[in-house]
């Protein structure tokens, strides 16, 4: 079974969220994560049976952090996972290794499994470097985690250009691209940290490439951004990869 992993953004208003629990209600469910809105976390738990994500968390446990959400308050919404790290957070937010490490250590102490996210933009693609700025990010993070740390992790890899952006067509890798940088992460974390680690791939992930993206043994799960906010995209998923 894949890791099924929703990032709904900030994509749905709450009457939209009422109408995909009751749309994608089903014994599926139960074995999906969804990362809601924060505002929607509550509904989500009271709800419905998914297991619950966060899409941040605070790098420090202070409540003196106005507009943060610490990792004490996601674990008391009963969340397993929590995001760390997204490319639009670390485009918009400037959220830099230093800060993704401070993140991960409190979701640490809580028992919640960081999706660290790393992926290359267009730039890199093109000049080929792909797995040296993954690598790099990966490096820059892990290096100032302990083992065990690092042992709760699972990577995303979503290259940032293959990200839906509401407007653009989207663009997808080949499953060549995605299983040659997924095997490098595998081996990298492999060889240098001594763990092996789930690695899930995220970007434009829909009901038309589940079936191919399905064939890529490497990939042990998905973050879906924008299919996971309409339910008949989001119930074949979970179809496709669940059972
Ligand atoms: P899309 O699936 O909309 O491309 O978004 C991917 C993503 O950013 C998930 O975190």
Known sequence: MKL??????????????INFIEKTKSELCKNAVICPSSLY????KENSSYILGGQNVAMLDTGTATGEITAKQLKEMNAK?????????RA?????SEMLVGKI??????EITSI???????EVKEQDSTKDFVGKQLIDVLDN?????????VIAYEPVWAISTGGAPSVTPTNEEIADVVSYIKDLVNDKYEV??????GGSVNSKNIETLNEITQVDGYLIGGASVKPDEFNYIMEKCLQ
Do not use: W
């Open 196 to 201: 092996s680690l789930k690695v899930l791939y």
């Open 81 to 89: 996972y929590t995001i760390v790290g997204h490319s639009e957070r």
């Open 92 to 96: 918009n937010q400037k959220e830099d």
């Open 145 to 153: 985690l302990t083992k065990e740390e690092i042992a709760s992790l």
């Open 105 to 110: 250590k409190r979701l640490y102490e809580n």
């Open 41 to 44: 976390m509550e509904y989500f």
């Open 4 to 17: 099924v992993v929703g990032n709904q953004k900030a994509y749905l208003q709450k009457s939209e969220v």
């Open 116 to 122: 660290l996210c790393v992926g290359e933009g267009r």
